[in-house]
């Protein structure tokens, strides 16, 4: 950030009582920046789980395209970068030959995504849906959730997807997945846009039996606590008081 917007963000923050940051990275990022003095930035995350409608919705029935899938949703956008799952796929596929793979969205890439489907001949393996009210009963039945993101703040959907108990592979790209995925015992990181890294993770999936991953998604349900309706609640309570 240029001096002259870290001046104006000065001026227009100087009055504000506090701060709330989604994630320690934003925390630390906007500490290091100086725009406001560091008492007044408090952490406060996201209420993004709802626990009792979420159990309510994964219980609705749903027409599955395939049996055995991964799942990536979020919009078609630059941001969510699926066209890194589309080119690494057929890679992909030689490690885990009977995984399909769903993306959930909609957007302004979806044209072009689906034109490199067909180029690579993937569309035996490869489906984009349109947006979903729902996305827990496809969650719960997922293999895994691919988030390959150029960034997120935290990652609402990498959260839901831990919830559901869906074994995670995420980019490592800033902020939020580093904080829930901690260091790789409640999902996998990958390096972002690195293909030969997103296949060691596969792998390392790959060798992981029951008890390994059932050991995982444990520890991704415990990571969401904090994204509760109910702990925010908590925690604002206690930065208001």
């Known amino acids: 950030m240029g001096k002259l917007r870290i001046f104006f963000w000065k001026l227009v923050l100087k009055n504000v009582y506090l701060v709330t940051c989604p994630t320690f990275g934003t925390y630390n990022y906007l500490k290091k920046l100086n725009i406001v003095p560091k008492y007044k930035l408090k952490v406060l995350y996201d209420p993004v789980i709802i626990v009792n409608d979420f159990i309510k919705k994964k219980n609705i029935s749903h027409n599955y395209l395939f049996k055995n899938y991964a799942i990536a949703i979020g919009r078609l956008t ?50 984009i849906l349109d947006y979903q009210e729902n996305i827990f009963p496809l969650l719960k039945n997922a293999e ?30 800033k902020n939020g997945p580093e904080e829930i995925i901690q260091n790789n015992n409640a999902g996998l990181l990958f390096e972002k846009n690195n293909i030969d890294d997103f296949i060691n993770k596969i792998q390392l999936f790959k060798s992981l039996n029951k008890h390994q991953k059932k050991f995982y998604k444990l520890n991704a349900l415990r990571a969401c606590k904090p994204f509760t309706l109910f702990s925010h609640g908590k925690e604002l309570e206690k930065i208001l008081n």
């Not at 799952?85 to 993306?103: C, H």
Request: net charge positive.
């Open 78 to 127: 630059k941001q969510k970068n699926f066209i890194f799952l589309i080119s690494s796929y057929k890679r992909l596929l030689k490690e885990l030959p009977n995984l399909n793979l769903i993306i959930i969205g909609n957007g302004e890439e979806k044209e072009m995504l689906n034109r490199e489907i067909i180029l690579r001949s993937l569309e035996d393996k490869i489906k």
């Open 144 to 173: 895994c959730f691919f988030m390959p993101s150029l960034w997120e703040d935290p990652g609402f959907v990498l959260l839901e997807s831990s919830f559901m108990r869906c074994f995670v592979i995420t980019s490592n790209c």
